[in-house]
């Protein structure tokens, strides 16, 4: 295998900022068009907003945030801009998400010395057509997971590069984050004291598989630079569509939701068992008069939570004009891709912030007082017990 991986960090966020000078270095959300932050500035995330949220959990968190809606059609024709360049190579070419794809190199190269002219030629040609402010980092490996964090570790206008013997060592320091493993699994991994790539590779593999189960086991294969999956186009990630009677015919949402969702669970389930999730899903809606209506689900980022799809199946079927009532939902898999890892994904789940004790009391006592407090031995030997300790503040009220 040899695999390139491509990446545009803030891919959203800085197509938007080219659209609008004013908004550079303001903390930034892009509403989707379910009313849910869909991306996030860089200042926006450190002020506490975070991708799903709904606007007004956005602004609570941060009032000075700039919510502005998605502008959908220019961030597809950059992507689908972005695909063209790949595709010149006549190579598989497998999309991501905005913003990131991998293409399959192991037909002309397969040693870094090969890759770097070609991966160079390929920078100045995204530059070309992109703009200097799209340009991408660029990642390569004989794996995509290793492929992908080597272009999540290189700025923009740069590549990584890194051979086969030497992907454990580049794997180990990074942090476990970059799998994208369900949050609460990484929780439990951060209290275990596991918080790199190199510290999960080394637990037992069945202590992974009781807890974490076959998704775990897969990204601890990863982690240990273990990854044959091939690049895939969308055309080879089709599957044959699978029709869902309703019955009785409904007229209302909610029946044709449920039931629709019932058929589309195994296959989540299933996804997310591979660390994988839907991009795109057609779905045909056909009606008791005989008429049907036909269109297509796009996540930017690969879904897998049942919730997350049921929001844009309920979105899409009321986009759409019910003549009569609904007979039957067909459905079928377009594209798939890897799930993101949770600072890039659109989780329904909070993201994975830990954050010491101490710089949470120092932002919180700047607007209500030393809150927080901690144990202080004063006089460890007097006889009455309430004299020999104090509670101290954590933080000195900075008013």
Known sequence: ?????????????????????????????????????????????????????????AQIVCPEVLLRPLDVAAAQAEQS????????????????????????????AKSAHVVQPL???????LRHALGDALQ???????????????????????????????????????????LPLARPHLQQLHWLGIRTLGQFAQLPATAIWQRFGAAGKLAQRWAQGRDDRPVCAASSQASPPVTVPIDPPAGLLQPVVEATMASLRPLLAERAAGLEGVRRLRITVSFVTGGASAGDMTFVEPASEPSRVQV???????????????QSVQWALLEAGELAAPQLTLFAEPLLRLAPIAAIAQQLSSRYGPLFSQPHLTNPTHPVPERRGALLALVDNPL
């Open 119 to 125: 991966a160079a030629e390929l920078g100045r040609r």
């Open 1 to 57: 295998m040899s695999v390139l991986c491509c990446h545009i960090p803030d891919f959203s966020i800085t197509l938007a900022c080219r659209q609008h000078p004013a908004w550079r270095d303001q903390p930034l959300a892009l509403l989707g068009p379910d009313e849910r932050v869909w991306a996030v500035s860089t200042v926006a995330q450190r002020c506490g907003v975070q991708g799903a949220m709904r606007a007004p959990q």
């Open 136 to 178: 991408p980092a660029l990642g390569w490996d004989s794996g995509k997971f290793t492929a992908r964090a080597a272009a999540m570790q290189a700025t923009p206008g740069h590549m990584r590069l890194v051979d086969k013997a030497d992907e454990v060592r580049f794997l180990g320091p990074l942090p476990i984050t970059l």
């Open 81 to 108: 801009a972005l695909l063209a360049e790949l595709a010149v190579w006549a190579l598989p070419v497998e999309a991501q998400g905005w913003g990131m794809a991998y293409v399959d190199l192991h037909a002309v």
């Open 312 to 326: 844009a199946l309920v979105q899409h079927l009321c986009s759409l004009r019910w003549p009569s009532e609904v």
